[in-house]
Protein backbone atom coordinates (compact mmCIF):
# COMPACT_ATOMS: atom_id res chain seq x y z
CA UNK A 1 0.00 0.00 0.00
CA UNK A 2 1.47 3.67 -0.88
CA UNK A 3 2.76 5.20 2.21
CA UNK A 4 3.14 9.16 2.96
CA UNK A 5 6.64 9.24 1.24
CA UNK A 6 8.71 12.65 -0.13
CA UNK A 7 9.08 11.35 -3.72
CA UNK A 8 5.07 10.31 -4.43
CA UNK A 9 4.63 14.30 -3.93
CA UNK A 10 6.58 15.02 -6.82
CA UNK A 11 5.41 12.39 -9.08
CA UNK A 12 1.73 13.39 -7.44
CA UNK A 13 2.57 16.83 -8.55
CA UNK A 14 3.78 16.38 -12.14
CA UNK A 15 0.57 14.15 -12.83
CA UNK A 16 -1.56 16.98 -12.02
CA UNK A 17 0.05 20.14 -13.22
CA UNK A 18 2.74 19.01 -15.26
CA UNK A 19 3.97 22.27 -16.71
CA UNK A 20 3.22 24.36 -13.91
CA UNK A 21 5.96 26.38 -12.32
CA UNK A 22 7.37 24.40 -8.76
CA UNK A 23 10.47 26.46 -8.25
CA UNK A 24 12.42 29.86 -9.02
CA UNK A 25 15.62 31.04 -8.81
CA UNK A 26 16.22 34.08 -10.61
CA UNK A 27 15.96 33.69 -14.13
CA UNK A 28 15.93 30.06 -13.55
CA UNK A 29 12.37 27.79 -13.19
CA UNK A 30 11.77 24.40 -12.92
CA UNK A 31 7.68 22.95 -13.74
CA UNK A 32 6.64 19.86 -11.57
CA UNK A 33 7.59 17.54 -14.69
CA UNK A 34 11.16 18.76 -15.28
CA UNK A 35 11.34 18.07 -11.57
CA UNK A 36 9.94 14.62 -11.80
CA UNK A 37 11.78 13.79 -15.14
CA UNK A 38 15.30 14.99 -13.75
CA UNK A 39 15.12 13.37 -10.36
CA UNK A 40 14.36 9.65 -11.82
CA UNK A 41 17.98 11.07 -13.90
CA UNK A 42 19.94 11.72 -10.59
CA UNK A 43 18.43 8.52 -8.76
CA UNK A 44 19.73 6.68 -11.65
CA UNK A 45 23.32 7.96 -11.97
CA UNK A 46 23.34 7.98 -7.82
CA UNK A 47 22.48 3.97 -7.91
CA UNK A 48 24.95 3.50 -10.55
CA UNK A 49 27.22 5.10 -7.87
CA UNK A 50 26.11 2.29 -5.88
CA UNK A 51 23.77 4.33 -3.54
CA UNK A 52 21.38 2.43 -2.19
CA UNK A 53 18.03 2.72 -0.13
CA UNK A 54 19.10 4.07 3.68
CA UNK A 55 22.33 5.57 2.96
CA UNK A 56 23.38 9.00 4.39
CA UNK A 57 24.15 11.56 1.51
CA UNK A 58 25.85 14.53 2.61
CA UNK A 59 24.95 17.23 0.29
CA UNK A 60 26.90 20.51 1.08
CA UNK A 61 25.58 22.56 -1.48
CA UNK A 62 24.46 26.37 -1.95
CA UNK A 63 20.65 27.58 -2.85
CA UNK A 64 20.81 26.43 -6.81
CA UNK A 65 18.14 24.59 -8.75
CA UNK A 66 20.07 21.40 -8.87
CA UNK A 67 19.10 20.70 -5.75
CA UNK A 68 15.59 20.43 -5.51
CA UNK A 69 16.03 17.32 -8.12
CA UNK A 70 18.31 15.91 -6.10
CA UNK A 71 16.41 16.03 -3.16
CA UNK A 72 13.59 14.18 -4.81
CA UNK A 73 15.93 11.77 -6.27
CA UNK A 74 17.12 11.07 -2.52
CA UNK A 75 13.61 11.22 -1.49
CA UNK A 76 12.77 8.44 -4.38
CA UNK A 77 15.28 6.26 -3.53
CA UNK A 78 14.85 5.86 0.09
CA UNK A 79 17.88 7.46 1.05
CA UNK A 80 18.73 10.12 3.52
CA UNK A 81 19.60 13.84 2.34
CA UNK A 82 22.08 15.05 4.90
CA UNK A 83 22.32 19.34 4.03
CA UNK A 84 25.43 21.32 4.98
CA UNK A 85 25.62 25.09 4.26
CA UNK A 86 27.77 26.50 1.30
CA UNK A 87 29.82 28.28 3.65
CA UNK A 88 30.64 25.58 6.41
CA UNK A 89 34.66 25.87 7.28
CA UNK A 90 36.05 22.37 6.69
CA UNK A 91 36.61 21.86 10.13
CA UNK A 92 33.20 21.90 10.74
CA UNK A 93 31.76 19.98 8.00
CA UNK A 94 34.23 17.52 9.73
CA UNK A 95 32.86 17.17 13.01
CA UNK A 96 29.26 16.76 11.10
CA UNK A 97 30.50 14.16 8.47
CA UNK A 98 32.11 12.44 11.39
CA UNK A 99 28.41 12.07 12.92
CA UNK A 100 26.73 11.43 9.68
CA UNK A 101 28.97 8.77 8.03
CA UNK A 102 27.97 9.22 4.63
CA UNK A 103 28.11 7.14 1.73
CA UNK A 104 28.96 10.31 -0.08
CA UNK A 105 29.07 13.69 -0.07
CA UNK A 106 27.79 16.03 -2.98
CA UNK A 107 30.18 19.46 -3.25
CA UNK A 108 28.89 22.46 -5.38
CA UNK A 109 32.95 23.71 -6.09
CA UNK A 110 31.19 26.51 -7.58
CA UNK A 111 30.56 28.06 -3.57
CA UNK A 112 33.17 26.97 -1.77
CA UNK A 113 36.95 26.09 -1.26
CA UNK A 114 38.59 23.35 1.38
CA UNK A 115 36.34 20.60 0.38
CA UNK A 116 39.29 18.95 -1.46
CA UNK A 117 40.90 18.24 1.75
CA UNK A 118 38.09 15.77 2.52
CA UNK A 119 38.56 13.86 -0.57
CA UNK A 120 40.86 11.37 0.99
CA UNK A 121 38.33 10.41 4.06
CA UNK A 122 35.00 10.36 2.08
CA UNK A 123 33.26 9.77 -1.20
CA UNK A 124 33.27 13.02 -2.77
CA UNK A 125 31.55 13.57 -5.92
CA UNK A 126 30.75 16.95 -7.06
CA UNK A 127 26.73 18.55 -7.86
CA UNK A 128 28.34 19.52 -11.72
CA UNK A 129 29.24 15.89 -12.01
CA UNK A 130 25.99 14.03 -10.46
CA UNK A 131 24.05 16.30 -12.82
CA UNK A 132 25.98 15.58 -16.09
CA UNK A 133 25.97 11.83 -15.52
CA UNK A 134 21.85 11.86 -15.56
CA UNK A 135 20.49 10.46 -18.48
CA UNK A 136 18.47 13.20 -19.97
CA UNK A 137 15.84 10.38 -21.27
CA UNK A 138 15.09 8.48 -18.14
CA UNK A 139 13.41 5.10 -17.62
CA UNK A 140 11.10 5.41 -14.36
CA UNK A 141 12.64 5.23 -11.17
CA UNK A 142 10.15 3.62 -8.46
CA UNK A 143 9.95 4.61 -5.19
CA UNK A 144 11.85 2.32 -2.91
CA UNK A 145 11.25 4.51 0.20
CA UNK A 146 8.50 3.36 2.89
CA UNK A 147 7.32 6.25 5.12
CA UNK A 148 8.97 5.50 8.54
CA UNK A 149 12.57 5.70 6.69
CA UNK A 150 14.46 8.69 7.96
CA UNK A 151 13.87 11.31 5.09
CA UNK A 152 16.24 14.17 6.40
CA UNK A 153 19.26 14.45 8.68
CA UNK A 154 19.28 18.19 9.81
CA UNK A 155 22.18 18.86 12.13
CA UNK A 156 22.01 21.17 14.89
CA UNK A 157 24.00 21.96 17.74
CA UNK A 158 23.78 21.00 21.36
CA UNK A 159 24.78 22.15 24.28
CA UNK A 160 27.28 19.87 24.98
CA UNK A 161 29.72 17.62 22.55
CA UNK A 162 29.19 16.99 18.32
CA UNK A 163 26.43 18.34 16.21
CA UNK A 164 23.41 15.91 16.39
CA UNK A 165 21.53 15.11 13.48
CA UNK A 166 17.80 15.33 13.66
CA UNK A 167 16.09 12.04 12.28
CA UNK A 168 12.90 13.08 10.08
CA UNK A 169 10.63 10.63 8.24
CA UNK A 170 8.82 10.63 5.17
CA UNK A 171 5.78 10.60 6.88
CA UNK A 172 6.76 13.60 9.78
CA UNK A 173 7.76 15.65 6.91
CA UNK A 174 4.70 14.55 4.64
CA UNK A 175 2.49 15.41 7.55
CA UNK A 176 4.50 18.74 8.35
CA UNK A 177 4.08 20.24 5.13
CA UNK A 178 0.20 19.12 4.03
CA UNK A 179 -1.71 21.16 3.32
CA UNK A 180 -5.17 19.79 4.34
CA UNK A 181 -7.83 17.69 2.35
CA UNK A 182 -9.24 20.57 0.15
CA UNK A 183 -6.90 22.10 -2.58
CA UNK A 184 -7.65 25.88 -2.71
CA UNK A 185 -6.02 28.23 -4.49
CA UNK A 186 -2.74 29.15 -2.57
CA UNK A 187 -0.37 31.37 -5.10
CA UNK A 188 3.65 31.89 -4.82
CA UNK A 189 5.58 31.75 -2.11
CA UNK A 190 9.05 33.61 -0.97
CA UNK A 191 11.41 31.64 0.66
CA UNK A 192 13.86 33.83 2.02
CA UNK A 193 15.53 30.51 3.64
CA UNK A 194 18.54 29.13 2.16
CA UNK A 195 18.44 25.25 1.08
CA UNK A 196 20.51 23.60 3.54
CA UNK A 197 17.58 25.21 6.17
CA UNK A 198 14.85 22.85 7.25
CA UNK A 199 12.37 25.95 7.25
CA UNK A 200 13.40 26.04 2.99
CA UNK A 201 12.21 22.60 2.36
CA UNK A 202 9.43 22.76 4.64
CA UNK A 203 8.22 25.86 2.83
CA UNK A 204 8.90 24.32 0.01
CA UNK A 205 7.30 21.10 0.61
CA UNK A 206 3.88 23.25 1.59
CA UNK A 207 3.96 24.65 -1.42
CA UNK A 208 4.57 21.62 -3.63
CA UNK A 209 1.89 19.62 -1.85
CA UNK A 210 -0.44 22.28 -2.79
CA UNK A 211 1.04 22.38 -6.47
CA UNK A 212 2.52 25.56 -6.42
CA UNK A 213 5.21 27.85 -6.72
CA UNK A 214 8.19 28.63 -4.06
CA UNK A 215 10.85 31.63 -5.35
CA UNK A 216 14.02 31.41 -4.21
CA UNK A 217 15.98 34.10 -3.49
CA UNK A 218 20.13 33.98 -3.87
CA UNK A 219 20.40 36.10 -0.69
CA UNK A 220 17.97 37.36 1.81
CA UNK A 221 18.43 41.38 1.52
CA UNK A 222 15.49 43.40 1.50
CA UNK A 223 15.58 44.36 -2.26
CA UNK A 224 15.96 41.09 -3.31
CA UNK A 225 12.72 39.70 -1.50
CA UNK A 226 11.11 42.72 -1.95
CA UNK A 227 11.49 42.45 -5.99
CA UNK A 228 10.93 38.69 -6.00
CA UNK A 229 7.30 39.30 -4.37
CA UNK A 230 6.51 41.76 -6.91
CA UNK A 231 7.42 39.89 -9.89
CA UNK A 232 5.63 37.01 -8.95
CA UNK A 233 2.46 38.29 -7.52
CA UNK A 234 3.76 36.19 -4.19
CA UNK A 235 1.02 35.66 -1.49
CA UNK A 236 3.43 34.56 1.35
CA UNK A 237 6.24 35.25 2.52
CA UNK A 238 7.77 33.87 5.78
CA UNK A 239 10.69 35.65 7.34
CA UNK A 240 12.17 35.80 10.84
CA UNK A 241 12.15 39.26 12.93
CA UNK A 242 15.57 40.47 11.25
CA UNK A 243 14.90 39.73 7.18
CA UNK A 244 11.30 41.86 7.80
CA UNK A 245 13.54 44.57 9.04
CA UNK A 246 15.10 44.13 6.45
CA UNK A 247 12.55 44.19 4.17
CA UNK A 248 10.96 47.38 5.49
CA UNK A 249 13.39 49.27 5.31
CA UNK A 250 14.12 48.76 1.65
CA UNK A 251 10.12 49.58 1.60
CA UNK A 252 10.47 52.42 3.44
CA UNK A 253 13.04 54.25 0.40
CA UNK A 254 10.27 54.34 -1.14
CA UNK A 255 7.03 54.28 0.85
CA UNK A 256 5.94 51.24 -1.21
CA UNK A 257 3.63 48.43 0.26
CA UNK A 258 3.48 44.69 -0.47
CA UNK A 259 -0.21 44.05 -1.76
CA UNK A 260 0.21 40.95 -3.04
CA UNK A 261 1.26 38.98 0.31
CA UNK A 262 -2.04 37.45 1.57
CA UNK A 263 0.22 35.83 5.03
CA UNK A 264 3.07 37.56 6.46
CA UNK A 265 4.35 35.46 8.80
CA UNK A 266 7.34 35.08 11.32
CA UNK A 267 9.26 33.44 14.09
CA UNK A 268 12.40 31.74 15.32
CA UNK A 269 13.21 34.50 17.59
CA UNK A 270 10.70 37.39 19.64
CA UNK A 271 8.59 39.74 16.97
CA UNK A 272 8.65 43.15 18.80
CA UNK A 273 5.05 44.36 18.63
CA UNK A 274 6.59 47.62 17.24
CA UNK A 275 8.03 45.58 14.19
CA UNK A 276 4.72 43.34 13.73
CA UNK A 277 2.69 46.99 13.49
CA UNK A 278 5.38 47.91 10.65
CA UNK A 279 4.68 44.40 9.04
CA UNK A 280 0.72 44.75 9.29
CA UNK A 281 1.01 48.53 7.29
CA UNK A 282 3.42 47.31 4.82
CA UNK A 283 1.19 44.57 3.92
CA UNK A 284 -1.47 45.40 4.20
CA UNK A 285 -4.13 42.91 2.50
CA UNK A 286 -2.35 40.18 4.59
CA UNK A 287 -2.78 37.90 7.93
CA UNK A 288 0.01 38.24 10.43
CA UNK A 289 0.87 35.26 11.53
CA UNK A 290 3.51 34.42 14.51
CA UNK A 291 4.94 30.36 14.88
CA UNK A 292 6.85 28.68 17.79
CA UNK A 293 8.65 25.22 16.96
CA UNK A 294 11.63 23.43 16.46
CA UNK A 295 13.63 20.96 13.89
CA UNK A 296 12.95 18.69 16.20
CA UNK A 297 8.88 19.29 17.14
CA UNK A 298 8.02 21.39 13.88
CA UNK A 299 5.08 23.64 13.98
CA UNK A 300 4.62 23.80 17.79
CA UNK A 301 2.29 26.57 18.28
CA UNK A 302 0.79 29.90 16.92
CA UNK A 303 -0.43 33.11 16.83
CA UNK A 304 -2.70 34.61 14.44
CA UNK A 305 -5.18 37.53 13.26
CA UNK A 306 -6.75 39.83 16.25
CA UNK A 307 -4.55 37.81 18.87
CA UNK A 308 -1.13 39.32 17.37
CA UNK A 309 -1.84 42.59 19.09
CA UNK A 310 -3.92 41.38 22.02
CA UNK A 311 -1.39 38.86 23.09
CA UNK A 312 1.71 40.33 22.94
CA UNK A 313 4.86 38.47 23.67
CA UNK A 314 2.64 35.10 23.58
CA UNK A 315 3.44 32.61 20.64
CA UNK A 316 -0.04 31.26 20.75
CA UNK A 317 -2.04 28.37 21.12
CA UNK A 318 -0.78 24.62 20.43
CA UNK A 319 -0.81 23.52 16.60
CA UNK A 320 -3.38 21.14 16.01
CA UNK A 321 -1.32 17.81 15.82
CA UNK A 322 0.19 18.97 18.54
CA UNK A 323 0.07 18.23 22.57
CA UNK A 324 1.99 20.17 24.93
CA UNK A 325 2.02 20.39 28.85
CA UNK A 326 4.51 22.06 31.30
CA UNK A 327 7.26 20.09 33.65
CA UNK A 328 5.86 21.27 36.96
CA UNK A 329 9.11 20.42 38.48
CA UNK A 330 11.55 23.32 36.19
CA UNK A 331 9.09 24.92 34.01
CA UNK A 332 10.62 23.39 30.79
CA UNK A 333 8.13 23.04 27.91
CA UNK A 334 7.38 19.73 26.66
CA UNK A 335 5.69 18.26 22.76
CA UNK A 336 4.35 15.11 21.45
CA UNK A 337 2.03 13.98 18.88
CA UNK A 338 2.86 12.94 14.92
CA UNK A 339 4.95 15.31 14.02
CA UNK A 340 8.00 14.86 16.17
CA UNK A 341 11.44 13.74 15.02
CA UNK A 342 12.59 9.64 15.61
CA UNK A 343 15.64 11.18 17.62
CA UNK A 344 19.36 12.02 16.79
CA UNK A 345 20.94 9.97 14.70
CA UNK A 346 23.57 7.50 16.16
CA UNK A 347 23.74 9.39 19.68
CA UNK A 348 21.26 7.22 22.00
CA UNK A 349 22.30 9.29 25.14
CA UNK A 350 20.75 12.66 23.16
CA UNK A 351 18.23 11.25 22.55
CA UNK A 352 16.74 9.45 25.72
CA UNK A 353 17.86 13.15 27.10
CA UNK A 354 15.60 14.98 24.62
CA UNK A 355 12.35 12.43 24.16
CA UNK A 356 10.65 10.55 27.59
CA UNK A 357 7.73 8.79 28.06
CA UNK A 358 6.69 9.98 24.37
CA UNK A 359 7.06 13.73 25.29
CA UNK A 360 10.42 15.89 23.46
CA UNK A 361 11.48 18.06 26.08
CA UNK A 362 12.02 21.39 24.00
CA UNK A 363 14.38 23.28 26.37
CA UNK A 364 12.51 26.31 26.51
CA UNK A 365 10.58 27.63 29.58
CA UNK A 366 7.25 28.36 29.30
CA UNK A 367 4.20 29.95 31.00
CA UNK A 368 0.49 29.55 30.06
CA UNK A 369 -2.20 32.53 30.52
CA UNK A 370 -6.00 32.27 31.64
CA UNK A 371 -7.01 31.32 27.51
CA UNK A 372 -4.37 28.55 26.83
CA UNK A 373 -1.53 31.11 25.41
CA UNK A 374 1.94 29.83 25.42
CA UNK A 375 4.89 32.54 25.97
CA UNK A 376 8.59 31.26 26.37
CA UNK A 377 9.63 33.06 29.31
CA UNK A 378 13.59 31.48 29.06
CA UNK A 379 15.81 28.73 28.18
CA UNK A 380 16.77 25.20 30.34
CA UNK A 381 20.12 25.39 28.66
CA UNK A 382 22.60 27.46 27.61
CA UNK A 383 22.52 27.28 23.98
CA UNK A 384 22.02 31.30 22.04
CA UNK A 385 19.22 31.37 19.76
CA UNK A 386 20.21 33.65 16.89
CA UNK A 387 18.29 34.87 14.30
CA UNK A 388 16.70 31.35 13.81
CA UNK A 389 20.10 29.76 14.05
CA UNK A 390 21.29 27.81 17.17
CA UNK A 391 25.07 28.52 18.66
CA UNK A 392 26.76 26.67 20.84
CA UNK A 393 28.91 28.52 23.52
CA UNK A 394 31.43 26.36 23.94
CA UNK A 395 32.27 25.89 20.48
CA UNK A 396 32.47 29.27 20.18
CA UNK A 397 34.81 29.58 23.38
CA UNK A 398 37.33 27.32 21.18
CA UNK A 399 37.56 28.85 18.22
CA UNK A 400 38.74 31.83 20.77
CA UNK A 401 41.15 30.36 22.57
CA UNK A 402 44.45 31.94 22.27
CA UNK A 403 42.85 35.21 21.38
CA UNK A 404 45.91 38.08 22.24
CA UNK A 405 45.01 40.47 24.73
CA UNK A 406 42.21 37.78 26.45
CA UNK A 407 43.17 36.07 29.60
CA UNK A 408 39.78 34.51 29.85
CA UNK A 409 36.68 34.87 27.35
CA UNK A 410 33.00 33.61 28.04
CA UNK A 411 30.33 33.33 25.29
CA UNK A 412 27.16 34.64 26.04
CA UNK A 413 23.87 35.71 24.64
CA UNK A 414 22.40 38.90 24.94
CA UNK A 415 18.90 40.00 24.11
CA UNK A 416 18.28 41.47 21.12
CA UNK A 417 15.04 42.70 19.25
CA UNK A 418 15.95 41.95 15.66
CA UNK A 419 17.79 38.62 16.35
CA UNK A 420 16.34 37.55 19.62
CA UNK A 421 20.10 37.18 20.56
CA UNK A 422 23.63 38.45 19.59
CA UNK A 423 26.38 36.43 20.13
CA UNK A 424 28.55 38.08 23.11
CA UNK A 425 32.29 37.71 23.64
CA UNK A 426 33.27 38.31 27.20
CA UNK A 427 36.78 39.54 27.99
CA UNK A 428 38.81 39.24 30.91
CA UNK A 429 41.92 41.18 29.45
CA UNK A 430 45.68 40.23 30.18
CA UNK A 431 47.09 42.16 32.97
CA UNK A 432 48.57 45.42 31.61
CA UNK A 433 47.00 44.60 28.10
CA UNK A 434 44.58 46.22 25.98
CA UNK A 435 41.94 44.41 25.38
CA UNK A 436 40.88 42.48 22.28
CA UNK A 437 38.07 44.71 19.50
CA UNK A 438 34.85 43.24 18.17
CA UNK A 439 36.73 43.18 14.62
CA UNK A 440 40.51 41.77 16.27
CA UNK A 441 37.67 38.81 17.69
CA UNK A 442 35.51 38.02 14.38
CA UNK A 443 38.61 38.37 12.42
CA UNK A 444 40.77 35.49 14.94
CA UNK A 445 37.90 32.89 14.51
CA UNK A 446 36.63 33.40 10.79
CA UNK A 447 38.46 30.60 8.98
CA UNK A 448 37.08 28.55 12.49
CA UNK A 449 33.37 29.31 12.09
CA UNK A 450 30.11 29.77 10.41
CA UNK A 451 29.38 33.77 10.70
CA UNK A 452 26.45 33.46 12.38
CA UNK A 453 28.18 32.00 14.69
CA UNK A 454 30.87 34.71 15.36
CA UNK A 455 29.99 37.40 18.18
CA UNK A 456 28.28 40.60 17.04
CA UNK A 457 28.95 42.35 20.40
CA UNK A 458 31.98 42.47 22.69
CA UNK A 459 31.73 43.61 26.52
CA UNK A 460 35.00 43.79 28.83
CA UNK A 461 34.90 43.05 32.71
CA UNK A 462 37.59 42.60 35.33
CA UNK A 463 36.36 38.93 36.18
CA UNK A 464 34.03 35.98 35.13
CA UNK A 465 31.14 34.47 37.82
CA UNK A 466 32.30 31.24 38.89
CA UNK A 467 30.74 28.35 41.24
CA UNK A 468 32.75 28.28 44.14
CA UNK A 469 33.25 24.93 44.53
CA UNK A 470 33.65 23.81 41.17
CA UNK A 471 34.89 27.57 39.38
CA UNK A 472 31.88 26.69 36.48
CA UNK A 473 31.15 29.62 34.69
CA UNK A 474 27.58 31.21 35.53
CA UNK A 475 26.80 32.04 32.26
CA UNK A 476 22.83 33.15 33.38
CA UNK A 477 24.69 35.81 36.16
CA UNK A 478 27.12 37.02 33.32
CA UNK A 479 23.74 37.77 31.15
CA UNK A 480 22.00 39.53 34.57
CA UNK A 481 24.99 41.44 34.98
CA UNK A 482 25.64 42.95 31.71
CA UNK A 483 22.14 43.95 30.77
CA UNK A 484 22.23 45.99 34.09
CA UNK A 485 25.16 47.21 33.32
CA UNK A 486 24.08 48.95 29.93
CA UNK A 487 20.52 50.04 31.44
CA UNK A 488 22.75 52.22 33.88
CA UNK A 489 24.71 53.72 31.04
Not at 423 to 429: I, Q, T, Y
Request: contains cysteine.
Amino acid sequence: MPGLTIGRVFRNAARAVPHRTAAVLGEEALTFAEIDRQADAVAHALARRGIRRGDRVVCWTSTRLEVVPLFAALARMGAVYCPLPANLGVQEALRVLAVAEPAMVIVDPDYMTGWQELASQFNIVTLQDITSEADPTPGVFEDAAEESDTHVLFFTSGSTGPPKGVMLSHRVNYLRSHPGSQEEPRGAMVCIFPLFHMGAWTISLQQWQARDTVVYVSRPDGRAICDAVRRHQATRLNAMPAVWQRVLDTLGETGDQLTTLRLADSGTSATPPALLSAISKACPNAWIRIFYGSTEAGNVASLTGDDVAEKPGSCGVPSQATEVRIDPGNGELCVRGPLLFDGYYGNPDATARALQDGWYRTGDLAAVDRDGYLSIVGRAHDVIRTGGESVVPTEVETALAGLPGAAEIAIVGLPDETWGEIVCVVVVAEPKAQPPSLEEARAWCEDRLASFKQPRALRVVTELPRTPATGQLQRRLLVDALVEREKNT
